[in-house]
């Protein structure tokens, strides 16, 4: 040792060496209290990352411990102090430091005396690296105890479980709405009010996603379907039926039969085909004007539609005069107003898909929303829920109402209060009850939106072919409603509900007048 | 930075040390704590009061301190008739030419080495004749002030027990000694030592081993031991714990009516560094200071009366002091 700055350098060196074990023992301490606090937390408030959130903790403690270390740096008239201390040096060393600029009688003598004392000395041992006991106990009691919790069933999960299982319905059901945008937007047959469309699927779409819960994001369903039903229009079925009765009464016609063909494949083709048939009309042979007159006013009286009405009269007077270029006015008029209809259906089209679209989201998040209440949130999952056995039960009561249209096509939105004290278990909550809506229109043409629901004497694996510029297949009410009672009475029937929610099916089906009562 | 040879020769003063600790040893049997408090005291300049009931060998102490020293030596016997001119000596008439005129007969006091046997034993107006000569080494008689030969050393005798008769020393003739050490009674086997000495057919003769001016040295050499700051603040710290005002501890409060004065701090820190040197040190350390606290301290402490009901003493108060003031290192 040759002076006391090496003196210094040396337990400078020692006291980081000891410093940094102590701060390490520090860092492990705050680590591990750090994840036990996780591990109770995560038991109190549902929390997913809970892994990251613990893992975060050991880098944040070791950083701090690390800065704490870096900035503390001990002076070197607290260095010697300390060794004096330790290695019984009294005070020699520390006078030494202190005086190390002074030239007294007895100062250089001291100096001396000191580094030869220190030089018989071993430095690093006034800062000896060693663990401290309480520290390393209470690093192992909290280690066992985070151990102990993270093992331990966590009831929390469950309630985990079930919001995994929520937002991967909504994901689902969010899913099911772009697929509807999708097909509206590749149909190929644009209708104007395909923005509008796209803007109310979009709206539902966002709300379904950022929904709280799947009974939240049901909510946003139904003012959906009423905004979409808003933009049918009332009069195409009235409209197609008159077409339907014109291509019937044309079909028996020579001159008027590729014209029938034509509007039964589609209302556009059909309108070209009229058009062609009123340019055609001075050629035609005084029989077949006189045949087609007589077509046109057995259309014209079977048109519920009165512009199509008056347009068919009027051909049809002005073919029975003679006056073949009124005659073709009128059917002019007739053709265009086949484009109308064909506009119609593309949009009727359009809203029965985003409505078929919105639907399937809504038996996804239904199914969810039900599982929520009855405390089963995180069977959506398989495997999702670790804690096997926990279950919950709830109940409720829930008051519906509905809106309905001219098509019969009913939409319920319900709310439902009930007990919220789901019982069993660890985990199970009750929820909310669930509501039922109906619709009731005046039934004029019967059409029902049931994807996938098979009508008597049809086959799930034999669909009904689509209509000309049909989305879904078209049944008659009356053919269908038998089945589609049955079937969802059987449903009922076979799915762990409460009695009452099957009476509200079997109330509603009788509600919708229908004579037939459930087995 | 580091000088191959110290300018002072601190070592000379540590071998005068022990040698008038050796040849002190060959007369007083045991008591080696009071030869090295004795002996701290003459080599830091102070005045000791020795306390101790008859026949421990305090007077032979001091006798056998003069004889090793090569100084002057004088004895006073306090009794009650003492008088302050028995002590400072006094004017006189004589003749001088066939003139009568009045001479300074010069007292006792003027030696290097003044035992004031059973110092309360004398009134005090003749104890209070020793504090100008303590304190300022001089003696006033008459308009004249002379001064007392250097070194001087004055160790003084009292004993406990014996109270009736005697004048306890007021407070501020207490605190011109540097120390007051306690003679305590020796053990079995120096006991037995004693007896093997003394009882012979002859008795062990000293020899001088130091003069004045070794003395001198020896008293300057130690004041230039050098002291931490954070030693000195210890002291300082020890020094303030006496006093029931701002000490911490309870028994200081309840116990001590007036605490040690600045003289008592000046008297750790110099006998601290008295206490190095005699250990081959060249400063002060913790150590020196709580060796030297008992002797230094404890007739600066007055304590209450329910002290001495409780059967408290400063000694005690003061190991309690030591044992709760700490040894903070430096912090810059």
């Given at each position: 040792m040759s002076s006391l700055e090496a003196i210094v350098r040396e337990l400078r060196k020692a006291a980081r060496r000891a410093l940094g074990a102590r701060y390490a023992a520090h860092a492990l301490v705050g680590a591990v209290a750090w994840v036990a606090a996780v591990m109770i937390l995560v038991r109190l408030v549902p929390f997913e990352r809970r892994a990251e959130l613990a893992v975060l903790g050991i880098p944040v403690a070791l950083a701090i411990a690390a800065a704490a270390w870096l900035i503390r740096r001990p002076s070197a008239a607290l260095l010697m102090a300390m060794a004096d201390i330790r290695l019984g040096l009294k005070e020699r060393l520390s006078t030494a430091w202190e005086r190390r600029a002074e030239s007294g009688p007895l100062d250089d003598a001291q100096r001396h005396d000191a580094v030869q004392h220190a030089a018989r000395a071993s430095l690093p041992a006034a800062f000896p690296v060693r663990v401290n006991r309480g520290e390393a106990t209470l690093v192992a009691i909290l280690a066992i105890f985070a151990l102990a919790l993270a093992l331990l069933p966590n009831p929390m999960d469950q309630v985990l479980a079930q919001r995994q299982a929520d937002r991967v319905s909504q994901a689902r059901a969010a899913k099911a709405v772009a697929d509807a945008k999708k097909k509206i937007a590749d149909s190929g047959k644009p209708s104007p009010k395909d923005a509008q469309i796209q803007k109310i699927l979009q709206d539902a779409q966002a709300k379904i996603h950022e929904a709280d819960s799947p009974r939240k994001a049901l909510e946003s369903i139904t003012p959906a379907e009423q905004q979409l039903q808003k933009l049918a229009d009332p009069g195409t079925p009235a409209l197609q039926s008159s077409a339907q009765n014109l291509a019937n009464a044309l079909s028996g016609t020579a001159a008027g039969r590729s014209a029938?063909?034509?509007?039964?494949?589609?209302?556009?083709?059909?309108?070209?085909?009229?058009?062609?048939?009123?340019?055609?009309?001075?050629?035609?042979?005084?029989?077949?004007?006189?045949?087609?007159?007589?077509?046109?006013?057995?259309?014209?009286?079977?048109?519920?539609?009165?512009?199509?009405?008056?347009?068919?009269?009027?051909?049809?007077?002005?073919?029975?005069?003679?006056?073949?270029?009124?005659?073709?006015?009128?059917?002019?008029?007739?053709?265009?107003?086949?484009?109308?209809?064909?506009?119609?259906?593309?949009?009727?089209?359009?809203?029965?898909?985003?409505?078929?679209?919105?639907?399937?989201?809504?038996?996804?998040?239904?199914?969810?929303?039900?599982?929520?209440?009855?405390?089963?949130?995180?069977?959506?999952?398989?495997?999702?829920?670790?804690?096997?056995?926990?279950?919950?039960?709830?109940?409720?009561?829930?008051?519906?109402?509905?809106?309905?249209?001219?098509?019969?096509?009913?939409?319920?939105?319900?709310?439902?209060?009930?007990?919220?004290?789901?019982?069993?278990?660890?985990?199970?909550?009750?929820?909310?009850?669930?509501?039922?809506?109906?619709?009731?229109?005046?039934?004029?043409?019967?059409?029902?939106?049931?994807?996938?629901?098979?009508?008597?004497?049809?086959?799930?694996?034999?669909?009904?072919?689509?209509?000309?510029?049909?989305?879904?297949?078209?049944?008659?009410?009356?053919?269908?409603?038998?089945?589609?009672?049955?079937?969802?009475?059987?449903?009922?029937?076979?799915?762990?509900?409460?009695?009452?929610?099957?009476?509200?099916?079997?109330?509603?089906?009788?509600?919708?007048?229908?004579?037939?009562?459930?087995? | 930075m580091i000088a191959e040879e110290p300018r002072v020769d601190a070592t000379r003063v540590t071998e005068l040390a022990q040698s008038l600790e050796t040849e002190l040893a060959r007369l007083i049997v045991g008591q080696k704590a009071l030869l090295r408090d004795t002996v701290i005291a003459l080599t830091a300049g102070g005045h000791v009061l020795l306390e101790g009931v008859p026949g421990l060998g305090k007077t032979v102490l001091v006798r056998s301190l003069g004889q090793t020293l090569s100084m002057s030596f004088s004895r006073i016997q306090f009794t009650p008739d003492l008088m302050p001119a028995d002590i400072v000596g006094?004017?006189?008439?004589?003749?001088?030419?066939?003139?009568?005129?009045?001479?300074?007969?010069?007292?006792?006091?003027?030696?290097?080495?003044?035992?004031?046997?059973?110092?309360?034993?004398?009134?005090?107006?003749?104890?209070?004749?020793?504090?100008?000569?303590?304190?300022?080494?001089?003696?006033?008689?008459?308009?004249?002030?002379?001064?007392?030969?250097?070194?001087?050393?004055?160790?003084?005798?009292?004993?406990?027990?014996?109270?009736?008769?005697?004048?306890?020393?007021?407070?501020?003739?207490?605190?011109?000694?540097?120390?007051?050490?306690?003679?305590?009674?020796?053990?079995?086997?120096?006991?037995?030592?004693?007896?093997?000495?003394?009882?012979?057919?002859?008795?062990?003769?000293?020899?001088?081993?130091?003069?004045?001016?070794?003395?001198?040295?020896?008293?300057?050499?130690?004041?230039?031991?050098?002291?931490?700051?954070?030693?000195?603040?210890?002291?300082?710290?020890?020094?303030?714990?006496?006093?029931?005002?701002?000490?911490?501890?309870?028994?200081?409060?309840?116990?001590?009516?007036?605490?040690?004065?600045?003289?008592?701090?000046?008297?750790?820190?110099?006998?601290?560094?008295?206490?190095?040197?005699?250990?081959?040190?060249?400063?002060?350390?913790?150590?020196?200071?709580?060796?030297?606290?008992?002797?230094?301290?404890?007739?600066?402490?007055?304590?209450?009366?329910?002290?001495?009901?409780?059967?408290?003493?400063?000694?005690?108060?003061?190991?309690?002091?030591?044992?709760?003031?700490?040894?903070?290192?430096?912090?810059?």
């Open positions: 029938a063909q034509a509007i039964s494949t589609n209302p556009a083709k059909g309108a070209q085909s009229v058009r062609d048939l009123a340019s055609q009309l001075q050629s035609l042979s005084p029989k077949d004007r006189e045949e087609l007159a007589k077509a046109l006013a057995k259309a014209s009286q079977q048109a519920q539609n009165s512009q199509m009405r008056d347009s068919l009269s009027k051909a049809s007077s002005s073919l029975q005069s003679g006056d073949a270029a009124s005659a073709a006015q009128a059917l002019n008029d007739v053709a265009s107003q086949l484009d109308s209809l064909q506009e119609q259906e593309n949009t009727d089209q359009a809203v029965a898909a985003a409505i078929n679209g919105l639907e399937a989201a809504r038996q996804g998040l239904a199914a969810q929303a039900d599982r929520d209440a009855n405390g089963q949130g995180g069977q959506a999952n398989a495997g999702a829920s670790p804690s096997a056995g926990a279950s919950g039960s709830g109940n409720g009561t829930g008051t519906g109402n509905g809106t309905g249209n001219g098509n019969g096509n009913g939409t319920g939105n319900g709310t439902g209060t009930g007990g919220t004290g789901g019982t069993g278990g660890t985990g199970g909550t009750g929820s909310n009850g669930s509501g039922t809506g109906s619709g009731s229109g005046a039934a004029s043409t019967e059409r029902i939106y049931v994807p996938g629901q098979p009508v008597p004497g049809q086959s799930e694996n034999d669909p009904t072919p689509l209509g000309p510029g049909q989305d879904v297949p078209l049944s008659p009410y009356t053919q269908v409603i038998e089945a589609y009672q049955q079937a969802a009475l059987d449903a009922t029937d076979q799915s762990l509900i409460p009695g009452s929610e099957r009476d509200l099916v079997r109330e509603y089906f009788s509600q919708l007048g229908e004579p037939r009562a459930a087995k | 006094t004017n006189i008439i004589g003749d001088t030419d066939g003139r009568r005129e009045f001479h300074y007969q010069a007292g006792p006091i003027f030696a290097n080495l003044v035992l004031a046997d059973e110092i309360n034993r004398a009134t005090p107006k003749t104890q209070s004749a020793l504090l100008e000569a303590m304190q300022e080494r001089t003696v006033t008689v008459g308009t004249q002030t002379r001064p007392l030969p250097s070194p001087f050393f004055v160790l003084a005798t009292q004993n406990p027990i014996e109270l009736e008769g005697t004048y306890p020393l007021p407070e501020a003739q207490l605190d011109r000694f540097f120390f007051k050490i306690l003679v305590p009674f020796p053990s079995e086997g120096d006991l037995l030592e004693i007896a093997r000495r003394t009882t012979g057919d002859s008795t062990p003769q000293l020899k001088s081993v130091a003069d004045a001016g070794a003395i001198l040295t020896a008293q300057r050499t130690a004041r230039e031991v050098p002291i931490a700051e954070h030693v000195l603040r210890y002291a300082a710290r020890l020094v303030s714990a006496t006093h029931p005002d701002r000490s911490e501890l309870d028994s200081v409060r309840r116990y001590v009516r007036w605490g040690a004065s600045p003289r008592g701090l000046q008297t750790l820190v110099l006998a601290g560094k008295v206490r190095a040197l005699l250990e081959g040190r060249y400063n002060v350390a913790f150590d020196d200071l709580n060796s030297v606290a008992q002797p230094a301290l404890r007739h600066r402490i007055f304590l209450q009366f329910e002290a001495e009901a409780d059967g408290i003493t400063a000694d005690r108060i003061i190991s309690e002091i030591l044992e709760h003031t700490a040894k903070e290192p430096a912090s810059k």
